[in-house]
C-alpha cells in the first residue's frame, strides 16, 4: 500500500497524463523573438574580452522612476553636460524652462504641453534658453567627454555586443593612403584581412554622442565598422523611446518629455539602435509602443499622415528587405580571400617562370570554385529573399479615411482591414481590434495548426507589454503575428452595418517583428568552432614558416653560387608554392563537394558546406519526439465509459457506434447509457472546429475525436430573418448531428412507442480552453428539450477539482497510469445536467458555475505511433557508439514509454525520474528525489546521481532487471532542468548531461540550452526536429536536421525532404567519409609539399632543379587525380 501510495504521489508530480494537448494558444510555444531566451539567465556580464570596450563606460542605468521623481530637484550648476545628463548621477530630464541645445551633442530643448501640437514639427510656443547658457558643463561618471564605449546583452540573440565610437583621424588616413599606394594596394590588402590594425590608424576614439562612426564587436570577436545615420528630426523623445515604466504612464506629460533635435541610428545586423541623449547609450528600437494604446476605440481612428511619415523615419519600411550584394561585390569578396591572392601570386609567378600548363589548370579550378561559391551564394540569398519578403496592396485608415497603401508603408499605430481579399498573410505584428479571424502559424512553428484569434480587449492592452520577455497568454489570442497566413477573416459578427470590417492595429514592423527574427536568425548562424578548419590554418602557418627558412636558405645559396638575381627571386618564391601547395584549399573541398551532391541525390540539402565534415564527428543526437520519431497525427484508440451503477469502467470501445444502442446493436438492459451518451457528445460538441471552405480546420486532436464520432457539424452563423425578440438573439448556435441513416435508441423507456429518433446538438455557448485550467467545455441543449447539459473534457489531473468524487472508479489512477506509461494520450470527459435551461440563463452564467459538481464519465484515449523507421535507426546509432537523446515537448511518462518503444531507452533498464520534494524550480534550496519510473522504491543519490543500494525486498514482476543497478538512464522534465542548471553544482549537472536519455516539458528556450550545454562538456551535438518550436536547437547544434519544409527549416543546416530519421545516419556517414577524405587529402597534399621542397632544396643546393615537364607530370598526372579521386570516394553502404 505504501508503494503504491508513493506511485501516485510521485505520478502527480510528474504529471499523470497529457495535458499538454491543452497547451494553449499556439502562441505561446511559438519560438517568438522575445521569447527564445525568456528563461536565460542574463549573459550581459560574460567574460569575453572586447578589443574596444573600457570598464570605465559600464554604468548605472537610469529608470524610469527617476525620470519622474528626481526632475523637479536637480541641481541647476551640475545638471548640464553639454546637453546631456548622466546615467550615474541618477539624473533625469532638465526643468522645462532649460535650453539644453548644444554644438556638440542632440539638442533637446522643452516644450510645455499646452504649446506643442503633434500635427506639426516645432511649435513656435516653445520657449528657449539663451545658447551661452549651454556654455556650462558638469563632470560625471565618464568625465566631460561622455561614454566611449557601451556593452550590449541582445537577449532574443543571446549575443552580447560592444560598441565603440570613432572618428576618421586626418593624419592617420593620409598615412593609409600613403602605404596603400607606395605598395601598390597591398597595404590595403592587407589591412582589409587585419580590420583592427585599419581602425587603429585611421579612427580616432570618440565619445559615443559625437562618432561618426562606430566599431561593433561580438562575443565572437567578429567586427564590423558600422557607419552611423544622423538626420533630422525635432520630435518628442517619447516618440523614439516611449514613456517611463511601460509606456503608458499617463501623468508623464507632454511639459516633461524634451523634443529631439537629431536622430542618431545604428543598425547591426538588422536590429535598430537608437542614441538616447539623456542616458548617453544606444537603445534597443523594437520595444516601442504609443502610449495612446490604452483604449480599443481610440486605437480605432488611427494615425495621420503625418505621424506616418516620422514613424517611418524611425523604424523604417516595413519590409525584410535582405541587402543583397551585386556579383560583382560578391566576386570581389571571394578573389581577394587570403588563399585566392596566394594562388594569384602563384599564377603570376609561374606565368613568369614560363610554368604555364599547371598555372592554367590551377587557374581554371580557381574559377570553378569561385563561380560555383558565387552561384551557390546568390541561391540561398535568393531563397531567403523570396521567404521574406512580402509586399502587397492594403485597405488603412489615414487621417479619418479609408485608402489603399503598399504594405511596406505600414508604421506602428496604423490600422487596417484584414478582410480584404488581397491579404494573404499578415505583413507586420498586429493586434486583432474587431472581428475573428484563423490563421496558421506553420511559418513559426512549423506545425499546421490553424489557431483562432479574437479581438482585443481594453484589459488585453493593459497586459500588453513589448518589453516584455514573452508575449502574455492573453495578449496572444489577439496577436497576429507577422507572416502567418490567413486561412478566414471575418467582420463583426454582431455587427449588422455594411461598414463593419476586421481591424488590427500594427504594433511592430520590418525586421522588429518575429518574422523578421526568425530570418536575422537564418542570416548570422552561430560560428562553427570546428577544430579541423582551425587546425588546418595552424598548419598551414607552420609550413609557411619553413618555406620562409627555405626562401631565405636558398636566397644565400643562390647569392653564393652567383646566379642572376631574376632567378634567384623566382626560384627562391617558387620553394613558397610547393611548400604552400596553393591547390591545397581546392583539394580539401573536393571531399565536402562530392559528399554534398550524394546527399542531394538523397533529398537531403544543406546550406552550409562546412557542417558535413562536422557531421563526421557526432557523438550525441538529439531528437524532437512528435513528427520526428512519432508520427504527426494522433488517432483515437478508443473510449473507456464509466459504467453505472457498478462504478466501473468499460472495456475499451474502438468504434463510435459501440457507444449508443441502435441499429448497429440492441440495448443491454444491464448498462445505463447515460456515461456513453455523455462521452459521445462531448466528442461531439466540445471541440474548436471551424468550417473553412466546406472543410474543417482548428486542433488536429479535436479533429481527429470528432471524425471518431461519424457525425456532422454546422458552424453557428447569424440567421438573416430571426427577430430581436427571438431568444436566441438572432444568433443561430453552432450544431452537431449524426450522420444521415443514423438512428440512436436513447429512451430507456422500453414501452415508448417511438424511442429512436433523430437528434440535433445545439452549441449554446463555449468556454475555450485556458491553460492555466487545462480544460475547456460547452453547454449544449437537444432541440426540441428546455433542459440542457454540459460537456467538459481536459487533463486527467484537473477533473477532481470540480467533479464530484463519488463519480470516480476506485481504480481511476491505476488505468490513468497505465495508459500513460505506455505512452498514449487521455484526455478526461465530465457532465452536468440543467434543468430549464433559457438563452438568458445560459448567456450570464460564469465558467466556475458551468465547471463545478460535474459527473466524471470516461477518458478518450488517443495513440501516437511510432514512424516505421524510427527503432531501427536509434539502433543503428546506438551500435556506431553515437547517443541518443529525446527532447520534447510531451509529457514525461509519455516520452519514457516512446522511448523504450524505439529502443533509446533499454525496456530492461531503470529510468530514474526527478521531482521536487521541496520548494520548485525559482527556489534556489530546493530539493530533488530521484525514483524509479516503475518503482519509486528505487532511488539515485542526490550527490552523485549513482543508484543507491536496492531494498531488501522489491516486486519480481517489474519489467526490468533489478540485479543490475548500473543498468539505469534518467529523464528530466523542463522545469527540473531549469533548477539544476541554475542552481545544482557542477558535477550533478554533469552526471544529469551524461546520463540524461529523455528531457520532457522542455520549452523551445530550453531545447536551445540543452544542446549548448551538452556542446559545454565536449559533446559534437546535432539535432533533428520537425521545425516545430526547435528553430533555436537546430541553429545552436553543430549539425542541425530539420524534416520540415516550413520557412523555420532554413535555419538548420540540412533539410531532409523525406520525414522521417532515416536521415540522420546518412548525415554521419556522409559527415564521416567527407571528413576522412578531407583528412587524406591534406596528408596527401602535405606529404608531397614535403617530399618535392626536399628534392627541390637538394637540387637548390647544386644550382640545379626540375625540367618544367617533371613538374607537370608530377602536379597533374600524380597528384591532382589522386587527389580528386579520392574525394570522390563514397562511404562505406
Known sequence: ACTHRNRVSFLSNVGMANDEIFSGPMSESVPTANSSFAHRRSRADSTTSFTYYDDQDEDRDISDEEW?????????EAELEEGRVDAEDGHAFAEPDMDLE?????????????????????????????????DRSVRSGHGSGGRMSQKIYIQNEDMT??????????????????????????????????????????GSPTPLHKCDWLVIENQWNEMVVQQLSKQSFDMPLSSVFGMPGKGKMREFDEYNDPILDELRIMDYRYIRFCFHPFKDKFILGNTWQDPAWTDVVTIRAGIDGEEQENRERIFGKNMIDIEQKSVGQLLVDEALHPFYIFQIASLVLWSVDEYYYYAACIFVISIVSIASTLIETRATMARLREISRFECDIRVLRSGFWRYVQSSDLVPGDVYEITDPNLTQFPCDSLLLSGDCIVNESMLTGESVPVSKIPTTNESLELLDLSASSIHPEVARNFLFSGTKIIRARRPQEDKSDEAAALALVVRTGFNTIKGALVRSMLFPKPSGFKFYRDSFRYIAVMAGIAMVGFVASF????????EWHLIVVRALDLITIVVPPALPATLTIGTNFALSR???????????????????????????????????????????????????????TDSTALLPGATYERDPTVDYNANKAILYTMATCHSLRIVDDEFVGDPLDLKMFQFTGWQYEEGSERPGASDEDDQNSLSPSVARPPPGMELDLDEDETSPNNKRAIELGVLKSFEFVSQLRRASVIVRQFGDPSGNIYVKGAPECMKEICRPESFPPDYEELLSYYTHRGFRVIACATKHIFKLNWLKVQKMKREEAESNLEFVGFIIFENKLKPTTTGIIEELRDANIRTVMCTGDNILTAISVARECNLIDRSAHC???????????????????????????????NTLKPLPPPAEHDSSLPYDVSNLRNYSIAVSGDVFRWLVDFASPKVLREMLVC????????????????????????????CGDGANDCGALKAADVGISLSEAEASVAAPFTSRIFDISCVPE?????????????SCFKYMSLYSAIQFTSVSFLYASASNLGDFQFLFIDLALILPIAIFMGWTGPYP
Open 599 to 653: 546527399l542531394k541525390k538523397k533529398f537531403i540539402f544543406c546550406i552550409s558546406p562546412q557542417r558535413v565534415n562536422v557531421g563526421g564527428k557526432l557523438d550525441v543526437v538529439c531528437f524532437d519526439k512528435t513528427g520526428t520519431l512519432t508520427e504527426d497525427g494522433l488517432d483515437v484508440l478508443g473510449t473507456r465509459v464509466v459504467h453505472r451503477p457498478a462504478n466501473r469502467f468499460s472495456d475499451i470501445l
Open 102 to 134: 548644444s554644438n556638440d551633442r542632440p539638442s533637446l530643448h522643452s516644450r510645455k504641453s499646452s504649446g506643442y501640437s503633434r500635427s506639426s514639427a516645432r511649435s513656435p510656443l516653445l520657449r528657449r534658453r539663451r545658447s551661452s547658457d549651454t
Open 912 to 942: 530514474f525520474v526527478p521531482h521536487f520534494v521541496e520548494g520548485d524550480s525559482r527556489t534556489a534550496l530546493s530539493r530533488l528525489s530521484w525514483e524509479s519510473v516503475d518503482n519509486p522504491a528505487y532511488q539515485l543519490d542526490d
Open 556 to 563: 644565400i645559396n643562390f647569392v653564393r653560387l652567383g646566379l
Open 996 to 1023: 540524461g536519455q529523455v528531457f520532457a516539458r522542455m520549452s523551445p528556450d530550453e531545447k536551445h540550452e540543452l544542446v549548448e550545454k551538452l556542446q559545454s562538456i565536449d559533446y559534437c551535438c546535432g539535432f
Open 161 to 202: 555586443i560592444v560598441v565603440a565610437g570613432f572618428k576618421t583621424s586626418v593624419l592617420g588616413y593620409a598615412i593609409y593612403l600613403c602605404i596603400s599606394i607606395c605598395t601598390l594596394g597591398l597595404g590595403s590588402l592587407l589591412f582589409r584581412w587585419l580590420p583592427r590594425w585599419r581602425v587603429r590608424l585611421t
Open 68 to 76: 519622474l521623481q528626481e526632475e523637479a530637484i536637480i541641481d541647476e
Open 1067 to 1079: 548525415v554521419i556517414r556522409e559527415g564521416r567519409g567527407a571528413l576522412v577524405t578531407s583528412f
